[in-house]
Every structure is written in C-alpha cells, then in structure tokens.
C-alpha cells in the first residue's frame, strides 16, 4: 500500500509577517478553512493509502499533531527533526521510518511538501496512479507541473522521450536551475520544459539505494540517527547529536540530477508553492477589482491587491497592484512585484534580535495559546486561552510573580500545596518562587488574564517540575 510522506518542514519567510519560523505557512490557512498542512492531508483520501509519515520540526510537532487530530487522521509516524538539514535527509528519515513499519515490505513513497496548492485533486490522483507501475519496477519518478507562464522563481525539469516503464512518464534530459525571464520564456515555447515540483514517489529501499550511491555519508547519518531515535509521546525524536553531523542537500542535488532511474510525470493540476505574496494572490479567487480581501477591509478604488486584516480593519484608496498584510504585531506594505525582498526584512529582524521573525504575538502551546496583550517596564499581561482537559506544566518562576483572573470558564489551580477551583470573575495570586499549575477540567475553553510583574518576564524564566506533554527542561 502506498505511503504518503508529508515534509512539513521549512519556514515560509516570504510570507512574512503570516509565516513566521515557529509558525510557518503549512501550518496556516492560507487559501480556504483548512491549512495547507491539513489539504496536503486530504488530499490523499481516495488514494488507498496507509497512514502517513510526517516529517517536521522538533518545535512544531504539537501544531502539526493537533491539526491533524482535527483531521481524525492517524498517522504512522511523526518524525521530528532536530534541526533541517533539507530534504535529502528528511526523506532518508522517514523511508526509513517506513521500512521499520513494513514488516519486510518495500513500501511505495509518495513524498509531498506540506506547503503546496493543488486545485484539481483528480488529475493530481491521477498522476500519481500514473507513476505507480513505475515505481514497482524500481524508477523514482518526480512529478513535473506544466508551466503556464514563463516563471523564473522555480526550476525546471526538460522531459526527454516516452519512458517505457509506462505510458504517461518521459525520461528526464536534465535539470536546469531558476532561469532568467528570456530562458523561461524560451522554455515555455518549447513545450519540452515543465516545473520542478519538490514531489516524487519511489519505493523507500530504492531511494536509500541510491541515496548510498551518490550521497553514502547522508545515508550513514540518517540510518545512525534513527536507529539512536527516542520515542517522545507520539513522536519519533531523531538523535540530535549524530544527526548534526549530516550535510544539508536537496534530493534533487543529492540523488535525482544523479541516479540513471529517474523519470518524469507531467501534472496539470492547478499547482503552485504560494512561494510568495504575489503567488498566494494568484491561488486564491479574487473579486472584480482583481483584489483578494480576507478579514476586516474595505478598498475604494483600489485594483489587483491582497489585502489582509488579522485584527483591525484595514482600508485602502486608489492602491494598485500591492500587498498589505495586518497583523497583531506587524504591518507589511509592498508591491507585489517587490514581495520577493521580504526575506531581506526577515533577516534584518533577526540580525536586530527582534522577535517578530520567529514568534507572533499569540503563541500557540500544546495546552493552547497566550497572546502578548500588554507590556511595560516590570509588567505584561497576557491572555491565556487553555483547551478543555489540557494542563500547563507544575512551573515555578525566579524572578516574577503572577495574577490570574477567570474571564471565562472553570481553572483547577495548584499553588504550593494547595488545590482549588476559580470560576469566572475569580483571581489568585502566584508569588515568586512558589510552584503553580493551571488546568482547565471542563468541557469548555478556559480564558484567563495574566498579569505578570518582576524584574525578568522572559519566557526562558520557567522552571519545569512535571509536564503532561514531555516538555521538562525546555521552554517551549
């Protein structure tokens, strides 16, 4: 049966300031109700396929479980990478997560990026039941999209003659790089040049095959790192001290600009990476002006924007062709022909120490979420939002003091050795250096303002004692 493995790695700069590092765009609903991460899921459905492998960030893996608990969706493993090393390991890592769980079976791959849009899932099913006789037959088959402009922010892949292993796949002539405007339109003339995807599908022995040929220190690494794997909760926690001894390479560089195997499907399906600002506008519907709005905006005389309000309205007159972002914490404004330089603002904010490349102004937590309302010289304020059943770990604090109050909802309270209830409109105080726990018992959301007050309030300022979500010793 054929295994999907979903790489949810990656932080999405360019769509700053929506994605952020621990919060990128796979993890946001960009294009619908759902996040890119759960279509990328749902996407499947139809397939006949097991469970999927997941590959992702150490630091986002109770986002990625809790969207696809929402799903109901089951998963074989959740592989957590330490740190990215791109996506030749990250697909060593979870092939080898497959073949522990395939009971001597070769399973079928079908790796797919998280972060992609696809809006014709029948024809995307049925390029990978194309590539299916392929890949029995030991091919490793990468699906190319069908250009309908002459892009220059992807690669591109030339497609040679009718492979024989089946009808509907060609040999691959080459790899060419992200070209120039007048090449890309040179390619697009051609008919012979489709867009490098980031898909593939092969079977998990055959990729590690060949990933020993052409990148042997890769393979050793990764075998090494998950044979030393610790299992955490749900998750599967590659041993970060071998795996930091793995280089970093693409699978392109790595095996398929190598390997004699590889074949190409072409695919025309709506597709697109939502790379940037002015992709997200091409993906989504837009109205008659051309401009695509999501929350609170109002345009008068304005043409062929995006437009998005996260917290306050947003208002435009006579604004063409730009991009305007509103959230919480930050407001981007710029072309769209500009949306490119935004990783420049990203590393800028990171080389000032600023916050707002990694974290946004809510954080989300496996117990829930705190948002930043407030804050000042020895003070914040938050507001604390704890999912019914969920606990925050027994913590205490060297350096700050807190206040609770109940806006809504039933809080089980540890303070010292004390355990009580607060209901709404009640409040407790938690003084420096006393140990304190939150846990919502009900069946409803608990909300809660917290007032903090000290000479530190960084979050670092957590000592954990116990913690329901394998959490102690960390921050996070």
Known sequence: MLTPVILSGGAGTRLWPLSRELYPKQLLALTGERTMLQQTALRLSGLAAASPVVVCNDAHRFLVAEQLRQLKMDTRAVVLEPFGRNTAPAIALAAVAALKMAAGEDPELLVLP???????VGAFQKAVRTALPAVQQGKLVTFGIVPSAPETGYGYIQRGSESAAAAGLFQIARFVEKPDLERAQQFLQSGDYLWNSGMFMFRAGRYLQELEKFAPQIARVCRAAFENAASDLDFMRIDAKTFENCPSDSIDYAVMEKTSDAVVVPLDAGWSDVGSWS???DACDADR?????RGDVISEDSNGNYLYAESRLVATVGLQDHVVVETKDAVLVAPKDRVQDVKKLVTR???AGR???SLHREVFRPWGSYDSIENGERFQVKRLKVKPGATLSLQMHHHRA?????VSGTARITRGEEVFLLEENQSTYIPIGVKHRIENPGMIPLHIIEVQSGSYLGEDDIVRFDDRYGRKGTTN
Do not use: M, P, Q, T
């Open 114 to 120: 998280a972060d992609h849009v696809i809006r014709d």
């Open 279 to 281: 992709a997200l506008h």
């Open 289 to 293: 002006h051309g401009n695509v709005s």
């Open 349 to 351: 904010l990171k080389e």
């Open 355 to 357: 916050y707002e490349h």
């Open 402 to 406: 807190e206040h609770w109050i109940v």
